[in-house]
């Protein structure tokens, strides 16, 4: 299983079962809207100083380059700049002002492109996203401090002589936007939610002292070489606008500064000063992130069974608000591909042990299509298996790479003379936060769908020779 599934997820899995036993007892689908989703964006510091992406998966911190340490990278633009020369540029250069991206792509450790990871330029969600806004919102950043000491030095680590900080002050800004630019682009949009914390840096003496609210922790950690490095962890609560709404058309910023407060700079998004004693850190004990709930994180687009000769072919298909990456694909062995985080299973007159999942098109890789949905196909030669006429019921369910969201449906489909199908969900227009209502149609032995109260044919029906096709498929599975 890819990075993306949370160090959480085996403990969610158990209440992510509980919550897709509640799912449809009849015919449809039950998406998670009505009750907010617990959440967390990661920060994929690549590189210190460039913008970095920001998504559900868990980032692997060994990518993670440092900004270096020098009085030549501290941050002045606090302070009077020089009118010409080259020391304009030192004075007016950021090295402590952090900016990210919402992306709905997944950051492809094992695709590197001159040494760094393949991303995703794209910032459309398929949907808005709806915060909750009653909910708790934290946001994670660790910065470090390094006094180099070896692990066979009598100084304890905790006394961290050489690097004392006073208020050192964290603050973020979540903003809307769809340009990636450095510049004047980062601080532009709609202002979504707002924090900051100050703390004081100084070894196991680390506390926080002003803020609105927040919290610093210190913690030692021990490279591979011996040498003891200080970590402050900070944790702000982030607070939203009244009216916060994430457009699925642009995404969001995030602004981060850290900085020494001053009472000469009232305007830290744009204006700081910052010697350059304190670095971003991130590792895997406590990733820089945020934690946030939103509502309508998962969807089950349609499920439409199809008697397509001597075999039925179900077409699934799934979403998520956050990337087609944040739908958990894995399967358990051992199970024709129908258990793991996508499940499916039909119940009935009779076994059906010869059903396997036959396709998955998930299309992470491919430029612009992050936002577009998983569609897998399932496959149950019941000729095989000398299936007895009658109902049977079909479930559906997926959850998302977090397990905290699970979305379901419920089908059934009759074999006999003539066999039926109910089919749920449509696959064209999909209306927000609703459920395109099932209907049952009569099978043709063509494999055509029949409105027996209209005596006309569906529009719903696919082609059979792409049908043939689909269920011959070969899993189209990501290499992780």
């Known amino acids: 299983m890819r990075g993306s599934v949370l160090l959480l997820a085996a403990l969610l899995s158990a209440s992510a079962v509980g919550a897709a036993s509640s799912g449809p007892s009849a015919p449809g689908i039950q998406n998670p809207t009505a009750v907010s989703t617990p959440t967390t964006l990661y920060f994929h510091l690549l590189d210190a100083l460039q913008e970095f992406p920001i998504n559900t998966q868990l980032p692997d911190p060994s990518f993670a380059r440092d900004s270096p340490h020098g009085p030549t990278v501290s941050t002045l633009t606090c302070l009077q700049r020089v009118d010409a020369g080259v020391q304009n540029g030192f004075f007016s250069s950021e090295y402590h002002q952090y900016f990210g991206y919402s992306s709905p792509g997944y950051v492809e450790y094992n695709n590197s492109y001159d040494g760094s990871p393949r991303t995703a330029s794209e910032r459309e969600s398929p949907w808005d996203i709806h915060p909750d806004l009653d909910a708790p919102f934290t946001l994670h950043w660790s910065l470090e401090t390094s006094a180099g000491l070896p692990s066979t030095s009598p100084v304890p680590a905790s006394a961290d002589p050489y690097l004392l900080v006073p208020d050192v002050a964290v603050h973020a800004w979540m903003r809307t936007g769809d340009m990636i630019n450095l510049g004047a682009g980062f601080k532009e949009g709609k202002l979504l939610a707002e924090g900051e914390t100050v703390g004081n840096l100084g070894g196991d003496l680390a506390t926080s002292t002003t803020s609105p609210s927040g919290d610093v922790v210190w913690r030692d950690v021990v490279d591979s070489d011996g040498a003891h490095h200080s970590i402050y962890d900070y944790t702000l609560t982030m607070a939203w606008q009244a009216d916060a709404l994430i457009p699925k058309d642009a995404g969001f910023y995030l602004q ?201 044919a569906s529009g719903l029906s696919w082609a059979l020779g792409g049908l043939v096709v689909a269920a011959s498929a070969a899993f189209f599975r990501r290499r992780r």
């Open 256 to 456: 981060v500064a850290v900085f020494l407060p001053n009472p000469a700079c009232t305007d830290p998004a744009n204006k700081i000063l910052m010697p350059n004693l304190v670095m971003p850190h991130t590792d895997l004990a406590n990733p820089p992130r945020m934690e946030l709930a939103i509502f309508d994180p998962l969807r089950v687009l349609y499920i439409h069974p199809q008697l397509v000769g001597q075999d039925w072919v179900f077409h699934t298909s799934v979403q998520s608000v956050w990337g087609n990456y944040d739908v958990d694909e894995t399967v358990a062995g051992g199970t024709n591909g129908l258990q793991g985080g996508i499940s499916f299973d039909i119940a009935g007159p009779g076994p059906a042990p010869s059903l396997h999942r036959a396709s998955i098109v998930q299309r992470f890789h491919e430029y612009n299509h992050h936002a577009d949905p998983v569609d897998v196909t399932y496959v149950w030669p019941y000729v095989n298996d000398s299936a007895p006429e009658g109902t049977y019921t079909v479930r559906f369910l997926v959850n998302n790479d977090q397990r905290t969201a699970v979305a379901s449906a419920l089908t059934t489909f009759t074999l006999g003379d003539p066999s039926r199908a109910t089919l749920c969900g449509a696959t064209e227009v999909i209306v927000p936060n609703a459920t395109t209502p099932c209907v049952e149609r009569v099978l043709t032995p063509d494999g055509r769908f029949f409105d027996p109260a209209t005596q006309k």
